[in-house]
């Protein structure tokens, strides 16, 4: 028995408003492979969320809107 723990939910938004959250979506998932990319710089992968914070806080602020 297979067990699902997402529910897959429809959008139903506007055009102008679809734009506007494929952008968010392309920034968030920018963001989040630029900290993992981060966590695997070396021979040591950081899996410390408070360090990861700590350490690209400022450069995803800076390189995003």
């Known amino acids: 028995m297979d067990v699902r723990r997402t529910v897959p ?3 139903d938004v ?3 408003d679809a734009a506007l959250l494929e952008d968010t979506v392309d920034t968030f998932l920018w963001s989040t492979q630029y900290v993992v990319d981060h ?3 070396g021979e040591y992968v950081t899996t410390s969320k408070t360090t990861l914070d700590d350490e690209t806080y400022n450069d ?3 390189k995003t809107d």
């Open 9 to 11: 939910v429809a959008l």
């Open 14 to 16: 506007e055009s102008a």
């Open 39 to 41: 966590a695997f710089q």
């Open 60 to 62: 995803v602020r800076e």
